[in-house]
């Protein structure tokens, strides 16, 4: 079998395996946070920070969501990492943006932080202000999810099939959950593009 084949066999043995009610729950919080004028803050990581530049331009053009994120802004990026450190400068970013209950914080991630094994602590410091400030919480993660998956309101979880490749799926499936959820009736509120010409 060829690569091609197997590589998009996985990606399809996935989608088998992710819990749609998660789905659903991630996009009633969403809702809510638009009906209740509530902002969505996002981040991400490497391959995750460019899918959250992504989901920003999404939520914003097609749900109406008012939706930031720092790895948009790189001048300030690196202004509180060199203030701050990388480990608080999404919690810094977000404490500057006055995060609060109607707003919500949307984390994709590979693994979802790990502590012991140092590894995305800016995610978890991001995630237990945003606990701390009543805000929602909602993470699309890989792995058993991590920090993410243990304390988020709602967290998708993209399943492991394959170890070997881990972060190409997860990094991929973000994608296909974030299309499916900008793309739910309950939020999607302007036509993209293409689909509207006739």
């Known amino acids: 079998m060829s690569f091609s084949i197997d590589y998009l066999n996985k990606i399809s043995e996935v989608i ?3 819990n749609y009610e998660d789905i659903e729950t991630a996009v009633k919080i969403l809702s809510k946070t638009r009906d209740n004028s509530g902002r969505l803050f996002i981040i991400g990581v490497g391959g995750s920070a460019a899918t959250a530049s992504h989901a920003v331009n999404d939520f914003r053009k097609i749900c109406n969501i008012e939706s930031y994120s720092p790895v948009d802004n ?3 990026l690196t202004a509180l990492t060199n203030d701050v ?3 608080f400068v999404f919690e810094t970013w977000l404490t500057e943006s006055n995060i609060n209950k109607n707003d919500t914080l949307l984390v994709f991630s590979v693994g979802g932080g ?13 995630i237990n202000l945003a606990i701390s400030r009543g805000s929602n919480t909602i993470g699309i993660v890989g792995r058993d999810g991590g920090h993410v998956a243990r ?5 998708i ?9 881990i972060t190409p799926i997860t990094e991929s499936m973000h994608l296909v959950v974030l299309h499916l959820i900008v793309s739910h009736p309950l939020l999607k509120v302007n036509q993209t593009t293409w689909e509207s010409k006739k």
Not at 114 to 126: F, L, Y
Not at 151 to 155: I, K, N, W
């Open 85 to 87: 450190g990388w480990e």
């Open 74 to 76: 790189i001048s300030e």
């Open 151 to 155: 304390f988020a309101d709602c967290t």
């Open 16 to 18: 088998k395996y992710i």
């Open 157 to 165: 979880l993209i399943p492991t099939i394959d170890k070997d490749f």
């Open 114 to 126: 790990n502590r012991e094994k140092k590894i995305s602590q800016n995610i978890i410091e991001a």
